[in-house]
């Protein structure tokens, strides 16, 4: 069965630090997406990463994608307030030729404490 | 620009009763359509996806089911609900060849 996990689930840190989350999948996939999700609201794209060794930065964000260890991580530098939200990976499976499918992690819940 | 659309917001339905969500998108055409439900604290799960007009492939069973009628529009049916289909059910598109899937505002459903 494919499975995509994230850690940690919950991470609580302070403003100024920095922190990394984790991605492992247990398929062969070149394709991982980070999603930010706010409470209440839909998914907001923010990394694509689409090839090994792919890495993606934006603002205090980073997102790397190690496919031969079948790990993604996104790194978190100098965290703020406003970067309070839940992240989701989600791996790219392709089939039929016409359609992906994304399997997703569980999601890390992220507070930034002043 | 692409846009996609979810209608209701929110529903509060009883227990037994049907249901009907619609998805559409503007400004693309012949996307893949999805529809995933995410239960409270928990991740999305992938229920039906829909490459063209008429073709649904079901990804779950469940008392769910999904039509489309029109290109760019997609529905989610039921004819009875249970209490475990309350959740936060988002639609997606994606247009090939780009892999990525852009998600709808979504529509959180109560079952009482």
């Known amino acids: 069965e494919l499975k995509v996990e994230q850690n940690p689930l919950f991470l609580s840190m302070q403003e100024g630090k920095n922190y990394t989350i984790y991605c492992n999948y247990s398929t062969t996939s070149d394709r991982l997406y980070w999603y930010r999700q706010d409470p209440g609201k839909s998914l907001e794209s923010l990394f694509v990463?689409?090839?090994?060794?792919a890495v993606k930065q934006e603002g205090r964000l980073m997102a790397s994608l190690d496919t031969k260890a079948r790990l993604s991580t996104l790194h978190i530098t100098a965290a703020v307030h406003d970067l309070s939200a839940t992240y989701f990976c989600?791996?790219?499976?392709?089939?039929?030729?016409?359609?992906?499918?994304?399997?997703f992690g569980t999601g890390t819940l992220l507070a930034v404490q002043p | 620009s692409q846009t996609i659309h979810q209608w209701p917001a929110t529903l509060v339905q009883p227990v037994g009763s049907p249901l009907s969500l619609e998805c559409t998108v503007e400004g693309t055409s012949n996307p893949n359509l999805y529809w995933y439900r995410q239960a409270a604290g928990r991740g999305l799960q992938l229920l039906f996806y829909?490459?063209?007009?008429?073709?649904i492939s079901s990804e779950v069973p469940q008392n769910l089911s999904a039509s489309r009628p029109q290109d760019r529009q997609f529905i989610l049916s039921s004819k009875k609900l249970l209490l475990s289909d309350s959740g936060f059910y988002l639609c997606?598109?994606?247009?090939?060849?780009?892999?990525?899937?852009?998600f709808g505002p979504g529509t959180r459903l109560t079952v009482l």
């Open positions: 989600a791996v790219d499976i392709p089939f039929g030729g016409a359609t992906n499918k994304l399997i």
């Open positions: 829909s490459v063209g007009i008429g073709q």
């Open positions: 997606a598109w994606s247009v090939l060849p780009g892999p990525q899937q852009f």
């Open positions: 990463l689409l090839s090994n060794g």
